[in-house]
């Protein structure tokens, strides 16, 4: 099988992928906390999805029109990974909400779904399991359980529900990077595919079932999440993180994903209320040390 790892890199190029890594993981933590912010409204999961969804599709739908499915290079099973690991893991998210907490999603989610994406990317891209990134993922599981532990999480029927829910999403986005990465597509491209594929898959399915609930909601709430969910998170930071991807490679780009629990920490202070606890803050410098190593930060060498 052909080697898609990423050659050796120079500092600049290293600063450049992981602006736009940072940039993304900036975003997805934003939505996560603006997610839980419209569930405490008439907003249900379902409704933040279709907002999505919706929003994403039609914007995109042109850009998709003129660029097509890239299904020579995908072939159906990469096709489906990109709609179906862009879109289910927006699902499964927002279903998790309802039986965890957002630290728990946080930690969950985009902190377990770099290993997800190593694992994938060793197996099916050949990019190699080094031993610094079995360092930096020990430093980063360790960091996301201690952030689970911290929040409170405890063995039950709802909440290991939530979790499950959450690692699934960790899952299925890591098929959407894999994907993506071995058809070379770029992020605006895979994006789009992503979010029309979900328009129409899921949007049918939602006005039937449900019949638009969101209509109950107040203009001010369908207008924050569907410009943080549908066009931010939906289109612009799948943008800057296939941009991440394609600089440091399918490992490395998706090892900041596990910033999140730190950033979603910290915007959930002014947003929601929550403050982190000592813990967290301990598990938090774990996974940012874990993330750098994963990501083949440079490092200080010693002069002769």
């Known amino acids: 099988m052909t080697d898609f790892a990423v050659p050796a890199r120079t500092t600049a190029e290293y600063v450049r992928g992981a602006l736009y890594g940072l940039a993304a993981v900036s975003i997805w933590s934003g939505w996560i906390v603006v997610a839980r912010l419209g569930l405490k409204t008439s907003l249900t999961p379902w409704d933040i999805a279709a907002l999505r969804f919706g929003v994403a599709g039609l914007v995109l739908l042109p850009y998709v029109v003129s660029k097509g499915l890239a299904l020579k290079r995908l072939g159906l099973i990469g096709l489906a990974a990109i709609v179906l690991g862009g879109g289910a893991p927006v699902l499964l998210a927002n279903a998790g909400l309802l039986f965890a907490p957002a630290a728990h999603a946080g930690a969950l989610f985009p902190g377990v779904m770099p290993l997800a994406v190593a694992l994938l990317a ?115 930071s799948l943008v800057f993180y296939g941009r991440a991807v394609s600089i440091l490679g399918a490992s490395s780009g998706a090892a900041f994903a596990a910033l999140s629990p730190a950033m979603t920490a910290v915007m959930a202070i002014p947003i929601l209320g929550e403050w982190p606890t000592a813990t967290d803050w301990i598990a938090i410098a774990g996974i940012s040390a874990g993330v750098y190593v994963v990501s083949a930060g440079p490092l200080p060498r010693r002069r002769s």
């Not at 895979?190 to 209509?215: K, Q, R």
């Not at 709430?221 to 998170?233: N, P, S, W």
């Open 122 to 236: 060793a197996a099916i891209l050949q990019e190699p399991f080094t031993a610094a990134k079995k360092i930096g993922f020990v430093l980063i599981l360790l960091g996301v359980f201690g952030i689970a532990w911290g929040a409170g999480s405890a063995i039950g029927s709802g909440q290991t529900i939530g979790h499950a829910l959450f690692l699934g999403s960790a899952v299925a986005w890591a098929c959407y990077t894999i994907a993506m990465r071995h058809a070379r597509l770029d992020g605006l491209h895979a994006a789009g595919v992503a979010a029309v594929g979900a328009l129409f898959l899921y949007m049918p399915a939602y006005l039937f079932l449900e019949g638009a609930s969101f209509a109950r909601a107040s203009w001010s709430d369908l207008a924050l999440q569907a410009f943080v969910q549908g066009l931010l998170t939906a289109i612009v």
